[in-house]
């Protein structure tokens, strides 16, 4: 197994500009997220999903939007690129049979935004 | 509005000490409470876990300690190692949270040869 897998591992953006940030799981996980990482703030909540076809907001979801067509993938999508939203993002997937399933991290994609 | 609180930002231990990191929370609906460790340019990997009808759990260095009357939690690694030395995240997890893991702000541990 693959695990969680991120694309690109980084990026540099204009602001403005826009993008899809990639994620992939091959375990077969009903349960996918996002985070982002920035300094002192630790991991803050984006986007999740409980299943194909059902997306909710976390803690920060403004200028970014999410869609899960297939239980393997969950792209995150920036609609315009602002600078706020240079930050680490980290995708995440679990089972959701056990509720303390542990959640597993992508290796996260460094996102610069000028 | 935070609700999981992690202290201390960072901590620097010598080598054989025991390293400390404490976290609190609000939502008494918790019952799941993970602690993360990260190694630069990695993504978060689970070390221990615990749920709140046990006060604590120790896998080998690694204990958690959990105090449900106060809503307190912390990590305690015991002969720390400068292979431990990593940023470590609190998490709690509640059932009526829609399953969404809510982190704490990190501790940056540096431990020292």
């Known amino acids: 197994n693959a695990g969680v897998t991120q694309t690109p591992k980084f990026q540099v953006l204009k602001t403005g500009q826009s993008m899809t940030l990639q994620c992939a799981q091959d375990m077969n996980h009903e349960y996918m997220s996002w985070y982002r990482q920035d300094p002192g703030m630790g991991l803050r909540l984006i986007h999740y999903?409980?299943?194909?076809?059902?997306?909710d907001q976390g803690e920060v979801p403004n200028g970014y939007n999410v869609s899960r067509s297939t239980t393997e993938d969950f792209p995150l999508r920036l609609l315009s690129a602002a600078p706020s939203q240079t930050s680490v993002y980290f995708c995440?997937?679990?089972?959701?049979?056990?509720?303390?399933?542990?959640?597993?991290f992508g290796p996260g994609t460094r996102l610069t935004v000028t | 509005q935070q609700q999981v609180k992690q202290s201390p930002q960072s901590l620097i231990v010598q080598k054989g000490g025991i390293s400390i990191i404490n976290c609190a929370y609000e939502n008494t609906a918790f019952d799941y409470f993970p602690w993360y460790q990260q190694f630069p340019g990695k993504g978060p990997a689970l070390l221990i876990a615990i749920r709140p009808d046990v006060s604590e759990k120790k896998e080998g260095r690694f204990t958690i300690s959990f105090n449900k009357s106060a809503k307190q939690f912390s990590l305690h690694i015991m002969d720390s190692q400068p292979g431990d030395s990593a940023t470590y995240f609190c998490a709690a997890r509640g059932y009526n949270q829609g399953g969404k893991l809510i982190f704490g702000q990190g501790t940056e541990l540096s431990v020292k040869p």
């Open positions: 995440a997937s679990r089972g959701v049979a056990d509720r303390g399933s542990e959640q597993y």
């Open positions: 999903s409980v299943g194909a076809g059902i997306t």
